[in-house]
């Protein structure tokens, strides 16, 4: 069982910058790849990034990639997702998830997942 908890959404600007955080829980943490997919209100979930066990693999949404970047600090259990250039169409509910095996841009290859994050970036 893995449990994760993100944090750091909020109101921004539209322009700005935010950081998101996701702690996991256990010890495989290093084994995990993970990802960051969001919500908007009145759409889908869809992909936003992926991280491999190791970092040194990331993917992105085109509609992302060049203004957020994912990262992760094994020896913290935690992945970030740094998001700049925030636009309206960002706002969204942020989930991180866990997939026990390699990186996948597809929201049902994931095991686990955390409650979410708002982010909401104002025009």
């Known amino acids: 069982q893995v449990q994760l908890v993100e944090s750091g959404g909020g109101l921004v600007q539209a322009g700005g910058s935010l950081t998101l955080s996701c702690a996991a829980s256990?010890?495989?943490?290093?084994?995990?790849?993970m990802g960051w997919f969001r919500r908007a209100p009145g759409k889908e979930r869809e992909f936003v990034a992926a991280i491999n066990w190791n970092g040194r693999s990331t993917s992105y949404a085109d509609s992302v990639k060049g203004r957020f970047t994912i990262s992760r600090d094994n020896a913290k259990n935690t992945v970030y997702l740094q998001m700049n250039s925030l636009k309206p169409e960002d706002t969204a509910v942020y989930y991180c998830?866990?997939?026990?095996?390699?990186?996948?841009?597809?929201?049902?290859?994931?095991?686990?997942w955390g409650q979410g994050t708002q982010v909401t970036v104002s025009s």
């Open positions: 256990g010890r495989a943490f290093s084994l995990y790849a």
């Open positions: 998830a866990v997939r026990l095996g390699g990186s996948s841009i597809y929201s049902s290859e994931y095991q686990y």
